[in-house]
């Protein structure tokens, strides 16, 4: 019952908002238009009305099944909590439940449909909607509803908040006097763009012409703002002087501080859960740090970058693809580089941090019974999106760091150092960052092309088979040494600097780590 009041609220408060299409200076029939509410934070609901414009009698409604970037089939469909529909006069349609994520509507002539819907916002996660006295994060696959054959037209969207509230998101603003706007082109930015609101402290910097924001809840936590816009600066100077990219019109941190973790990286934004605690420790710090260039490190490999699966999205079908080793594990491998590289940690931190990869790979009985392309290909069944392998599975985010060391220093060692795998990755950026993603088969064809060797039995034994990886030579290329030692799981193993490394071995190792 108190549903259906707050619904009848939310239609007596939209009713006088203008559309958001007249605020952007577009006739309604241009595009869908979305309307979102949150009347009472207290209720932790978000209200939505979704205008389509429709050519069929008899059209499907949808709510997406997963969110890119979170390999996690999703039920959307049970936060709905009430649905109504109805026609540009007002006329109420006949609506039917269609099972799994989809409902039928008779539109019986109409041209436009009329979609308001009750959303329950009670979730702490970078794939679903919370909403709280302070601060909301909307998440794009749990708030909007896709009309089936609209998914490419233009998509505007209208904010209405609690008094006090302010707004941050990767989509493009537009002007409007009734309260934040932005604009998509399509169904699929659309959905790439969360949307962080509340009681928000926001602010900018710039990186190669692009502004950057960074924007988090008030008062969750003793956060140092000024030192982590400082920090993030140089990591994202660093990130965009290694893939040399074009300035984009903005980028956004966005940052729920709350008792939950995890991040999902976007075209131009990251949605990232921060506990309270990481601002307290330097430890947290460095973590919150690491995790903020691993998801900005993704608006270049996977937002542009792409696996040929990830380039036009099916919000209906779950893809299976066997290349996130790449979009993940050298996402990660790369992300601590920056870090290294840039100078905010030193050679001891990010080979502690590389240390530490190798000894959870090398402690999981996973490691000898899953290759990295299976542990790919079967992420909707064997783990939470790569994370928390089975003992019979393989995480590709561990094993695909690792990986990425041991491809970096075959290349750099088998081209006697006229080449690394920083050659490759921006060969295959050149190539793939457009319309075309690539397959695995390109990455290897790309890679043996950047770097003049032949990559594809390396690559084979690495990627496609499970087994022990090699790691003598990336010791003896760059002067390191592994050390093992006992404990209660296991080995823990210790990556360092040999104490006898040779002149030319430190010279390979700082022209890897950016050691000036």
């Not at 936060?79 to 109805?86: G, K, M, N, P, T």
């Not at 909007?144 to 603003?173: C, D, F, I, N």
């Not at 036009?312 to 790369?334: H, K, M, N, R, V």
Request: include cysteine.
């Amino acid at each position: 019952m108190k549903y259906a009041r707050l619904a009848a609220l939310v239609l007596a408060v939209l009713v006088c908002v203008p559309s958001l299409a007249t605020a952007a200076g577009a006739r309604a029939t241009e595009g869908v238009a979305y309307r979102i509410a949150i009347l009472d934070p207290a209720t932790q609901t978000v209200e939505v009305e979704a205008t389509f414009p429709v050519t069929t009698d008899l059209a499907t409604l949808y709510a997406p099944v997963w969110t890119p970037g979170y390999y996690v089939r999703e039920d959307y469909k049970k936060d709905v909590v009430a649905l109504q529909v109805h026609d540009e006069r007002g006329r109420a349609l006949k609506t039917s439940d269609a099972g799994q994520n989809q409902w039928s509507i008779e539109a019986r002539g109409a041209r436009k449909l009329v979609v308001r819907y009750t959303l329950s916002a009670k979730a702490r996660s970078v794939s679903r909607n919370e909403v709280t006295p302070s601060y909301a994060v909307l998440n794009g696959s749990a708030t909007y509803m896709a009309l089936k054959g609209t998914e490419h037209l233009v998509q505007h969207v209208a904010l209405s908040l609690p008094k006090g509230w302010v707004s941050a998101t990767g989509m493009r603003p537009v002007e409007s006097r009734a309260g934040p706007a932005f604009v998509a082109t399509d169904y699929q930015e659309l959905v790439d763009s969360p949307i962080m609101a509340g009681d928000l402290d926001i602010r900018t910097f710039f990186s190669k012409g692009t502004p950057h924001q960074l924007v988090f809840n008030k008062g969750a936590a003793p956060v140092d703002a000024t030192r982590l816009m400082a920090d993030l600066k140089v990591v994202v100077d660093e990130t965009r002087d290694f893939w040399g990219a074009k300035p984009w019109p903005n980028y956004a941190f966005l940052i729920a501080i709350r008792p939950a973790g995890g991040g999902l990286e976007h075209s131009y934004s990251t949605m990232v859960n921060v506990h309270p605690d990481r601002f307290r420790s330097e430890t947290g710090y460095a973590a919150l740090l690491g995790l903020l260039a691993h998801e900005y490190q993704h608006a270049f490999n996977v937002k542009r970058l792409r696996p040929a699966e990830l380039v036009a999205f099916d919000y209906e079908q779950t893809p299976t693809l066997s290349t996130l080793w790449i979009s993940e594990g050298l996402t990660s491998y790369y992300s601590n580089l920056m870090l290294r590289r840039s100078g905010l940690i030193g050679v001891d931190a990010y080979l502690s941090g590389l240390s530490k990869q190798i000894t959870a790979l090398q402690n999981a009985p996973g490691r000898l019974k899953q290759s990295l392309e299976q542990s790919s290909r079967e992420v909707w069944s064997n783990s939470n999106s790569g994370v928390a392998a089975s003992d019979a599975t393989v995480s590709y985010y561990i094993k695909g760091e690792v990986v990425g060391l041991l491809m970096d220093a075959h290349i750099r060692k088998q081209s006697q150092g006229r080449a690394s795998l920083d050659d490759v990755m921006h060969a295959a950026y050149r190539a793939y960052s457009g319309k075309r993603g690539f397959t695995s088969r390109d990455f290897t064809a790309t890679a043996e092309t950047a770097t003049g060797l032949s990559l594809a039995s390396w690559l084979g034994q690495a990627v496609s088979l499970p087994g022990e990886l090699d790691y003598g030579e990336a010791l003896d290329w760059y002067g390191l040494r592994l050390e093992r030692e006992p404990a209660a799981s296991g080995q823990v193993f210790k990556l360092a600097v040999s104490p006898d490394a040779s002149g030319a071995q430190d010279a390979r190792l700082k022209a890897w780590l950016g050691q000036k």
